[in-house]
Nanobody, 129 residues
Framework: QVHVIESGGGLVQVGGSLRLSCAAS????????MGWFRQAPGTGEERELVAAVNWNGGDTSYADSVKGRFTISRGGAKNTVYLQMNELKPEDTAVYYC????????????????????WGQGTQVTVSS
């Protein structure tokens, strides 16, 4: 079983920065593709892709709304990933979830919600104006 933990959320003013961290345990020998999704409060909409990365950080994908402001990167430990968020806007307010795609096609970047196999509990990001 894979256990996923996110951290780093909080309250920040418009234009500020936050760095989210995600660590997935239970697969110590293989790096898997990972991604960040978010769900805005009270919308009833499903989680949307923020950014995703392949197994070694060599390929990434971003939502248009965050391109140029957010950066996804992999950490040195197995199955760790970061999301550096700069120039934050009120519309970035959401619960951010980290997902792990347990797939032999680990060179791919997986961008669909249903692609992912394991999720963390989420971390709240609130951007105040």
């Amino acid at each position: 079983q894979v256990h996923v933990i996110e951290s780093g959320g909080g309250l920040v003013q418009v234009g500020g920065s936050l760095r989210l961290s995600c660590a997935a345990s239970g697969r110590p020998y293989t790096d898997y593709p990972m991604g960040w999704f978010r769900q805005a409060p009270g919308t009833g909409e499903e989680r949307e892709l923020v950014a995703a990365v392949n197994w070694n950080g060599g390929d990434t994908s971003y939502a248009d709304s965050v391109k140029g402001r957010f950066t996804i990167s992999r950490g040195g430990a197995k199955n760790t990933v970061y999301l550096q968020m700069n120039e934050l806007k009120p519309e970035d307010t959401a619960v951010y979830y980290c997902g792990v795609k347990e797939s032999p096609y680990y060179t791919y970047v997986w961008t669909r919600l249903r692609d992912y196999d394991y999720w963390g509990q989420g971390t709240q990001v609130t951007v105040s104006s």
